[in-house]
């Protein structure tokens, strides 16, 4: 019966629905296709026209700069200077009454400054009288149209006007044409822009708009240009609307629009037909050279979307009466088929579980890794997976039957007593039993390996207790990789030595002894002297193995009387526990002696080796470990100062560990100043002594350096320069002042060039040593508006003959930049003439120590002279330091030395004061 059935299923009732769907398919298909290919033919056609009319009015846009680029060059005068004239600011005028689609026609010079500006104004364009207009040169635009070349054109992005740095309400679309101008030897001269009322093209679409769709216009990123829903046009200018994008909202649509420059697709409910427009292109109209066009939106897109929610409702109409009928015979047909089906179908899965279930015991048994082994209710082997084989040597077929105890050979790591069977205790206490953690397996040839293992009962479905299982993995080698890992944890690799954290370890053990029973012990703190030598020499391997053979050395010498530690890099710890300072200092004696016995030979070189050493006691007053090693490290550090392969003891109020400890703490607040912006710019004036040859309106100073701190003090540069220089600190410094001087005259006296006065920087001899302080240094006037020339760069005498090459490749480079030099401190060297002429300097500053005594000491009055006529011989300027009073000055000025700088002339104050008195006269 039941095969009968399925016969007349599979021959007559799947044959019949089959042909039923194909025909309604068939008939749905003829009558809703015609309607849908008439819609996209009539879109395609509207995207295309819509096209064409977008691309002229851009045309006509380009056209009108060419003709105004081109009428403004055939009105360029010989001699540019009042250029343009009144002619052609009426002619732009004109033009821009006539067209009405411009906001503005701008001119601006090679500066970026404005010299002709018409406005439209509400239709009846002006010209901006010359007060009003503006500088230009940090627009985007500029930058961009004048780096172009001849006969190329820039076209900005599309977007909303901003006026005083908001949006000008109400919003102004606008599209900016830019192009550079060029004079007849090539040289720009500025650039001609136009901006385009965006709203003109959006008015080429509206028309258009209608119940047969809509345009839409999209940026490169997916925005809104125009027709969004309300409040989505230009979301990408304001904050709170940037989620408002096409490409957010509709972001299965916008990636089809992505895939090709133009076509045709379904999605979200309508027909989107669209285009591309693409604003870069090659060459201008007609194939004009070089015409290239640049634009900020790489493209747009022309989208008219067209909801096909009417059309679908009457698809969907057409479909109503075909859909049941298909539904139906298919429902009887898959009902007839469930009810011959259900019966197998729930025999075959009962049957199918339980297979799965017993196979998937078995695998689990004989895939983990873990030794399971299953016993009766005496103990006795049942059954083992083939880990359990693998760990006891055991096959199951062996073991089967025999006691547990005798196959799971299991005792104590440390006591060595057996462990019995496990499985028989954790019957008799129905529950699991744990075992000891220290537990190791003895395998059948005698082999031992830990293992961490438990046992349980085995209870049936029923809850009754029938037979044991024990459970047990092998963590030999994890044992053995945790073990390593902490001994690797607190050792050096290389040397073998326990490491500086393990080293703190035995300190604080150590200091907790000395305060609870005031005890007294020595810290010995090593350093290699020169290591870095044979680093650099040999490589890091010739390195290592010194390291290696003084680590020994040290070892063997100590014995048992010290605790050795590699600290890091070449140097090393010594704890010296319960000895006297005076046995300490033997014993550092002692290894002075042996380090410089060793003789470290490394291929065909041989070095000797030194060491500086660093001695502090640990007693009750010690405070922490790193308190410890840090006297003792100050100490190595004031052996090393000394001169080196020495011993240095730590004492409270050692006048040298006090200046080591506070220019460590001012490396430290420089540091912290020069993250925190804490430091400040002085100046102090330079001025001159006679009038002839100096130009009066051009002051000039010396940069200084001042340190702000949190009370408001201002500490001179003079209490923390030596710490600076120890540390290495001065070419962040240098950097900093360079930076700062640079960003203080861009803000203030960019747009006032005629005020400008010039300062005098330090260059420090380590900054000239510094390969990359030339780049940063040209980087920095790269970047900003200010003018070189408004910088003078002072290099000490000292400085520049130890850096010679440095110096005067660093003065030639600059100077091409239009900065000038002053050699500082001239006389202080011994060498000063002969190398004054190696140096391409513009003034000499003769040292204050001869100038301060000037009218006292006929000597320095003689020198003072020679140095200023020297000078002068040389085509320099002089200036003289330490100028403390009239006397002084009025000397100077008698001996023909052209400026003086000191507290007799001006003290220094704040840079910003120099911005109030350049406001002085505007308020009086």
């Not at 803000?747 to 330090?762: D, V």
């Not at 400085?799 to 930049?817: G, H, P, S, T, W």
């Amino acid at each position: 019966m039941w095969a009968c059935l399925r016969r007349q299923l599979l021959l007559f009732y799947l044959p019949f629905a089959a042909a039923i769907i194909f025909g309604g398919y068939t008939a749905y298909s003829a009558l809703t296709e015609p309607e849908l290919t008439q819609l996209e033919v009539s879109q395609n056609q509207a995207v295309e026209r819509q096209r064409a009319l977008t691309g002229e009015t851009l045309e006509t846009v380009i056209s009108d700069l060419r003709f105004l680029t081109d009428l403004y060059l055939a009105s360029l005068p010989e001699s540019p200077v009042q250029f343009p004239s009144a002619a052609v600011a009426e002619t732009f005028r004109l033009f821009s009454l006539r067209r009405n689609i411009y906001d503005q026609i701008r001119f601006l010079d090679a500066g970026g400054m404005e010299r002709l500006r018409v406005n439209l104004g509400n239709g009846n364009p002006g010209i901006v009288p010359p007060e009003a207009l503006q500088p230009k040169a940090q627009r985007y635009y500029f930058d961009a149209a004048m780096a172009l070349g001849r006969g190329q054109i820039y076209i900005s992005p599309f977007d909303l006007n901003i006026e005083h740095g908001r949006l000008e309400q109400p919003p102004k679309p606008m599209l900016r044409f830019a192009a550079p101008l060029f004079d007849a030897s090539g040289q720009r001269l500025g650039v001609v822009v136009l901006n385009f009322l965006g709203n003109r093209l959006f008015d080429v679409l509206e028309p258009h708009n209608g119940t047969q769709g809509r345009f839409m216009l999209l940026n490169a990123e997916g925005y809104w240009l125009h027709g969004g829903p309300p409040g989505a046009d230009w979301a990408f200018m304001y904050d709170d609307r940037r989620q408002l994008s096409f490409a957010r909202l509709h972001p299965e649509a916008w990636a089809r629009l992505q895939e090709s420059g133009n076509g045709q697709f379904r999605g979200d409910g309508s027909l989107y037909t669209f285009t591309t427009l693409t604003l870069s292109r090659d060459s201008g109209p007609g194939g004009i050279p070089g015409g290239r066009i640049v634009s900020g939106d790489s493209h747009w897109k022309l989208v008219r979307e067209l909801p096909l929610a009417a059309v679908e409702a009457r698809h969907r109409a057409i479909a109503a009466w075909l859909l049941p009928l298909a539904g139906l015979l298919l429902l009887g047909t898959l009902s007839v088929m469930l009810l011959l089906a259900r019966n197998q179908a729930r025999q075959a899965a009962t049957e199918q579980h339980l297979e799965r279930q017993r196979e998937l015991a078995d695998v689990t048994l004989q895939s983990i890794g873990d030794g399971v082994i299953a016993t009766d209710l005496d103990g006795r082997v049942q059954r083992m997976n083939p880990a359990a084989e693998r760990l006891t040597g055991w096959r199951a077929g062996e073991a089967l039957g025999l006691p547990l105890e005798e196959v799971f050979r299991a005792r104590n790591s440390h006591t060595r007593e057996p462990l019995g069977n496990p499985a028989r205790i954790a019957i008799r206490e129905r529950s699991l039993v744990p075992l000891a953690r220290d537990t190791v397996l003895q395998h059948r040839d005698g082999q031992e390996r830990l293992i961490l293992d438990s046992a349980a009962p085995i209870r049936n479905s029923s809850g009754a207790i029938v037979g044991g299982v024990v459970v047990f993995r092998d963590v030999t080698d994890a044992r053995e990789l945790a073990n390593r890992l902490s001994w690797e944890s607190s050792h050096d690799p290389l040397t073998g030595l326990i490491n500086r954290r393990e080293f703190e370890s035995h300190l604080e053990r150590a200091l907790a002894g000395a305060h609870a029973h005031n005890l007294v012990h020595a810290l010995l703190y090593i350093d290699l002297d020169q290591f870095k030598i044979v680093n650099d020499t040999c490589g890091h391997q010739a390195g290592d193995e010194l390291l290696l053979q003084l680590a020994a050395r040290l070892q063997h010498l100590l014995d048992n009387n010290g605790l050795l530690s590699r600290l890091g890099g070449d140097e090393f710890g010594v704890l010296l526990e319960g000895c006297s300072e005076e046995r300490a200092l033997r014993m550092a004696e002692q290894i002075q002696e042996n380090v410089s016995q060793l003789q470290f030979n490394w291929e065909e070189r041989t070095f000797r080796i030194a060491c500086s050493t660093g001695l502090a006691a640990i007693d009750a007053e010690t405070v922490s470990p790193q308190s410890a090693l840090s006297r003792a490290d100050i100490a190595c550090n004031m052996a090393k100062d000394a001169g080196r392969n020495r011993i240095h003891v730590y004492r409270e109020g050692d006048a040298r560990v006090v200046r080591h400890q506070a220019e460590m703490d001012w490396y430290a607040r420089i540091q912290q100043a020069l993250e925190q912006e804490e430091l400040r710019l002085y100046v102090q004036p330079i001025v001159p002594l006679r009038k002839a040859g100096v130009n009066p309106l051009r002051l000039r100073y010396e940069v200084l350096l001042r340190l702000r701190e949190a009370d408001g003090r201002i500490t001179p540069a003079g209490a923390f320069i030596g710490a600076v220089e120890r540390y290495s600190l001065m070419p962040a410094l240098d950097r900093w002042v360079v930076r700062s001087t640079l960003d203080w005259l861009a803000r203030h006296y960019a747009h006032r060039p005629e005020e400008l006065p010039q300062l005098s920087i330090n260059i420090s001899g380590s900054s000239l040593a510094d390969e990359s302080f030339l780049a940063y240094v040209q980087n920095q006037f790269w970047r900003s508006p200010a003018s070189p020339s408004a910088v003078c760069f002072e290099i000490t005498e000292t400085a520049a003959i130890a850096n010679l090459n440095q110096a005067v490749r660093f003065i030639d480079e600059m100077k091409k930049l239009g900065c000038r030099f002053a050699l500082d401190d001239f006389g202080s060297g011994l060498s000063s003439f002969a190398y004054l002429k190696n140096l391409p300097v513009d003034y000499l500053k003769i040292d204050g120590s001869f100038v301060h005594v000037l009218t006292e000491d006929p000597v320095a009055e003689t020198l003072v002279d020679a140095f200023n006529r020297i000078g002068h011989a040389m085509g320099l300027e002089t200036v003289a330091e330490y100028v403390d009073n009239e006397a002084t000055r009025e000397r100077l000025a008698a001996l023909g030395v052209d400026y003086a700088q000191g507290h007799g002339v001006g003290f220094a104050r704040d840079i910003d004061s120099l911005l109030e008195d350049a406001a002085e006269p505007a308020l009086g």
